[in-house]
């Protein structure tokens, strides 16, 4: 028994269970910050003004995941053979898509009352901070590729720090808000930049002939993954109203990161995998059991602290707790269903992974529909646990 203790303490030496660590304290960095950014904002900045700008942070960040165009999968799948070639090919690809995506989205943005008074200094600064994020998230996914994701850890830690400059920009009002964020993110960007180094940004054919359905696949399969966490809160409010889905948003919101650490080990296995990872299978089995033992503790603290987590929000978040409890208990149908698709990615079988996310997300989208206006927000719960346990099973049947 002591010498399989030692044994297991001795794997948390290697990069599996080292990237995951600094994967898993990089999202908690980000976690916390934000919910420390907005705490700030919303006693420096009119209430107004800060409602303006989360619309446009929001905006900043769906421009960062459509610029990504799956690449942040082929980085990390094809790193291992093409190296730099793979990082350079994706900072062009990436910067490019990111200007494409904000233009676009700014003069939308722009033709909505809510947003002209702003006028075209708003653009400039919105299309600068996407490729600003855009760029961020790519250097991120290529300390991880490296199995150096303690410098991914230390962008999240500069940009963290982003509310320092919400105390000297209050004269800008929204945009002050907005070039806070932005101005954290050029932090983490630099720290990348100085610490990882610009690889040579040129396009390489051949990477690109490897890695582009399979990237393309993915960030289809990516968008139908984020869909739910898009469109559950505005489903949420035209059935059940505004106090409803502000108790479903905090609800939700936690629940997805009490996930934050099985999917960072997840996200380190994809490392692993794609360097070519020996007893690929005894590994996988080792990543669900640490996974599934990290769920069990998070059950416990659910059930126990739970509501004094939701009522540092107002009393009223209470009623979010039965939400929490479903989808921390659905997170142990998350873990199996998330590691599947990792290993599918590692065998390139990407067509697999836009059925799969594509059926999870009509099962959980539609399920949430039907039982939201006869259970209120425990539908979204109802709808959370059944839809991956369909697709766990689906996937286990095939896979296992």
Same mark, same amino acid.
């Given at each position: ?30 976690a916390v910050a934000g ?131 919400l105390f000297l920009l ?6 002050? !808000?907005?070039?806070? @964020? =932005?101005? /954290?993110?050029?932090? %983490? #960007?630099?720290?990348?930049? +100085? *610490? &990882? ?10 990477f690109i002939g490897d ?97 004094? !987590?939701?009522?540092? @929000? =107002?009393? /009223?978040?209470?009623? %979010? #707790?039965?939400?929490?409890? +479903? *989808? &921390? ?72």
């Amino acid at each position: 028994m002591l010498e399989i203790l030692k044994q297991e303490l001795h794997n948390f030496k290697t990069p599996l269970y080292r990237n995951s660590v600094y994967i898993s304290l990089a999202t908690l960095t980000t976690a916390v910050a934000g919910f420390l950014f907005w705490a700030i904002a919303a006693r420096l900045y009119p209430a107004q003004d800060v409602g303006v700008a989360s619309a446009i942070v929001s905006a900043l960040n769906l421009t960062f995941n459509l610029s990504m165009l799956g690449m942040n999968f082929a980085i990390i799948r094809f790193y291992p053979e093409y190296k730099e070639r793979a990082i350079g090919s994706a900072l062009l690809i990436t910067s490019i898509a990111g200007v494409a995506f904000s233009v676009a989205y700014g003069l939308i943005m722009l033709s909505s009352e809510s947003f002209k008074a702003l006028g075209w200094k708003f653009l400039g600064i919105f299309v600068l901070f996407s490729v600003i994020g855009t760029l961020y998230n790519v250097f991120s996914t290529y300390a991880i590729a490296r199995r150096r994701a303690e410098h991914a850890f230390f962008q999240s830690l500069l940009f963290a720090g982003r509310f320092l400059f919400l105390f000297l920009l209050t004269s800008m009002g929204v945009l002050g !808000v907005v070039s806070s @964020f =932005g101005l /954290g993110l050029l932090l %983490g #960007l630099g720290y990348a930049v +100085l *610490m &990882v180094g610009i690889p040579k940004v040129e396009l390489d054919r051949e990477f690109i002939g490897d890695a582009l359905r399979f990237s393309l696949g993915n960030y289809l399969a990516s968008i139908a993954n984020m869909a739910p966490n898009y469109l559950m809160p505005t489903l949420v409010l035209s059935m059940l109203g505004k106090e409803e889905a502000a108790y479903f948003y905090m609800a939700f919101a936690i629940g997805n990161l009490i996930l934050f650490v099985p999917n960072a080990i997840n996200t380190s296995f994809f490392v692993e995998g794609s360097h070519g990872l020996k007893n690929m299978r005894r590994t996988l089995k080792k990543a669900i059991a640490f996974s599934y033992v990290y769920l069990a503790v998070a059950v416990v603290g659910v059930w126990l602290f739970g509501g004094y !987590v939701l009522r540092f @929000f =107002g009393e /009223g978040y209470v009623g %979010g #707790l039965p939400l929490l409890r +479903l *989808m &921390v208990l659905g997170g142990f149908f998350v873990v199996v269903v998330n590691f599947s698709i990792t290993v599918l990615n590692i065998q390139k079988r990407v067509k697999e992974i836009v059925v799969i996310n594509t059926l999870k997300a009509a099962l959980f989208l539609g399920l949430s529909y039907l039982l939201v206006p006869r259970m209120g927000i425990v539908g979204v719960g109802v709808g959370f646990v059944i839809s991956h346990l369909f697709v766990n099973l689906v996937l286990v049947f095939k896979l296992f």
